[in-house]
């Protein structure tokens, strides 16, 4: 299981997405993962070709000279290569430790169902959720740019973005069609978020002693989580629209992923009793 709140919360975002894209003709399927654009493409579908690529496209997009284009593909294209393989080695160590946790509890509970929590950074060694994570990259910044009333412009968050989109990379298994859109209504909620609780972070770093005269400070983290957000509106009530909006969102988000998990588990027991 994957409870960290970064990307737990989007979680049921992407669902309720998922289950509109089914919905719609034609659309549904449209289908393309990483491996498929490796397959179809063979050596120029490989992760450090897609990463060399989109890192011309992004310093081109951000004005960098030829060197500083070059230089940034190539750190773009070891990314793709190598944070699977970094992550890898943890992955390997952490998953029969849960495996074997998972196994002491069931034994000592009688045999009660039991989910290890770990963190999604292990989510970030998949190649999709590489892939996904840095097409948001300049993808967010555009985003910040066309939601109306925004005033975040992302930088220090911009290295989390995998984060954002990594449970909605896995609950879309893998499709990054889908992905692209879950990943444009995740971070167009989790920008606006941010914006309204810029007063409430700036008033925590200057209570800090952490902060310039005049200087304001926002997160894409906390500061843009639909949770902390609908229970600041509960607690002190500013914006109605907002909070209605938002919360029927979200509340349907987490409805739906309850029922699809209870679907998942009657499947599971049905497997097991064949």
Same mark, same amino acid.
């Given at each position: 299981?994957?409870?960290?709140? &970064?990307?737990?919360?989007?979680?049921?975002?992407?669902?309720?997405?998922?289950?509109?894209?089914?919905?719609?003709?034609?659309?549904?399927?449209?289908?393309?993962?990483?491996?498929?654009?490796?397959?179809?493409?063979?050596?120029?579908?490989?992760?450090?070709?897609?990463?060399?690529?989109?890192?011309?496209?992004?310093?081109?997009?951000?004005?960098?000279?030829?060197?500083?284009?070059?230089?940034?593909?190539?750190?773009?294209?070891?990314?793709?290569?190598?944070?699977?393989?970094?992550?890898?080695?943890?992955?390997?160590?952490? &998953?029969?430790?849960?495996?074997?946790?998972?196994?002491?509890?069931?034994?000592?509970?009688?045999?009660?169902?039991?989910?290890?929590?770990?963190?999604?950074?292990?989510?970030?060694?998949?190649?999709?959720?590489?892939?996904?994570?840095?097409?948001?990259?300049?993808?967010?910044?555009?985003?910040?740019?066309?939601?109306?009333?925004?005033?975040?412009?992302?930088?220090?968050?911009?290295?989390?973005?995998?984060?954002?989109?990594?449970?909605?990379?896995?609950?879309?298994?893998?499709?990054?069609?889908?992905?692209?859109?879950?990943?444009?209504?995740?971070?167009?909620?989790?920008?606006?978020?941010?914006?309204?609780?810029?007063?409430?972070?700036?008033?925590?770093?200057?209570?800090?002693?952490?902060?310039?005269?005049?200087?304001?400070?926002?997160?894409?983290?906390?500061?843009?989580?639909?949770?902390?957000?609908?229970?600041?509106?509960?607690?002190?009530?500013?914006?109605?629209?907002?909070?209605?909006?938002?919360?029927?969102?979200?509340?349907?988000?987490?409805?739906? &992923?309850?029922?699809?998990?209870?679907?998942?588990?009657?499947?599971?027991?049905?497997?097991?009793?064949?």
């Amino acid at each position: 299981a994957i409870p960290h709140g &970064t990307s737990a919360y989007m979680g049921p975002i992407a669902v309720l997405v998922d289950a509109i894209i089914e919905k719609i003709p034609g659309v549904n399927r449209i289908k393309f993962s990483a491996d498929d654009i490796q397959r179809k493409f063979g050596p120029f579908g490989e992760p450090v070709t897609v990463g060399f690529v989109m890192g011309l496209i992004i310093g081109i997009l951000a004005g960098y000279d030829v060197k500083g284009v070059l230089q940034l593909a190539v750190k773009t294209a070891a990314v793709m290569l190598l944070m699977p393989r970094v992550i890898k080695p943890i992955m390997d160590g952490l &998953t029969p430790i849960a495996k074997q946790a998972r196994s002491r509890l069931q034994a000592k509970f009688g045999g009660q169902e039991f989910l290890i929590g770990l963190d999604p950074a292990l989510l970030l060694g998949h190649t999709a959720v590489v892939s996904a994570s840095l097409i948001f990259i300049p993808l967010t910044i555009l985003i910040a740019v066309c939601v109306p009333g925004n005033q975040v412009l992302p930088f220090g968050d911009l290295a989390t973005i995998g984060f954002f989109v990594a449970m909605a990379v896995a609950v879309h298994r893998g499709n990054l069609f889908r992905t692209l859109i879950s990943g444009v209504i995740i971070m167009s909620i989790t920008l606006w978020i941010a914006t309204q609780t810029i007063g409430l972070h700036t008033q925590l770093a200057a209570n800090a002693g952490a902060l310039k005269a005049g200087g304001m400070v926002a997160s894409m983290d906390q500061g843009g989580s639909p949770i902390t957000w609908l229970l600041i509106q509960v607690f002190s009530p500013q914006n109605i629209p907002g909070f209605i909006i938002i919360g029927a969102i979200y509340l349907t988000g987490i409805f739906m &992923t309850w029922r699809r998990a209870r679907g998942f588990i009657k499947q599971e027991k049905v497997v097991l009793a064949e």
